[in-house]
């Protein structure tokens, strides 16, 4: 199965400020203190925040222009695994490939419910501890999937970015 773009292509301005960003800030500085990695559907302001706190990134795309526009500045770059994949089966699959140092996954990208039930599979076989976060978790297509986790929090100051913990 593979994804529609959608007309009309335009990145956002790289200066804008995201909701998740109070939230994803001080998990990956525990990330990048504890040297885990990261895991993420959907680059960009929560890639260019990971690789600057100097953490590994496995991060997969599916749109093939803002896959594009986000390599040019990032290409080549010694912390970043980057994925595009179009096709849904192989985009959710993605999971599988976490290294077992992961220690943050955050699905803010297409197919969130399969992409939080893949999460879920993988995080047992992680090394430590792992969060989940959701962005823009309020969608009530997300209710069933965000059920499979045990603790569900949002954090003081966000509105609509999920921490979730099995």
Excluded: K
């Excluded at 990048?32 to 960009?44: D, F, I, K, R, S």
């Excluded at 999971?95 to 297409?110: E, H, K, M, S, Y």
């Amino acid at each position: 199965m593979a994804f529609g773009l959608a007309s009309g292509f335009a990145p956002p301005p790289s200066d804008g400020i995201f909701s998740f960003v109070p939230v994803l800030a001080p998990l990956l500085a525990r990330m990048a203190e504890q040297g885990g990695a990261y895991l993420e559907w959907g680059m960009g302001r929560s890639t260019r925040m990971a690789l600057q706190a100097g953490i590994q990134v496995v991060s997969v795309e599916h749109d093939p222009h803002w896959f594009n526009y986000f390599m040019d500045e990032h290409r080549g770059h010694p912390n970043l695994t980057a994925h595009l994949l179009a096709d849904l089966d192989q985009y959710v699959a993605i999971a599988r490939t976490a290294p077992a140092n992961t220690g943050l996954i955050f699905v803010d990208g297409v197919a969130r419910p399969e992409c939080l039930v893949a999460a879920s599979q993988v995080i047992p076989r992680l090394a430590s501890r792992c969060d989940v976060l959701l962005h823009d978790a309020r969608d009530p297509a997300y209710v069933d999937a965000i059920g499979i986790y045990q603790h569900t929090e949002y954090p003081e100051g966000d509105t609509d970015t999920l921490l979730l913990t099995l």
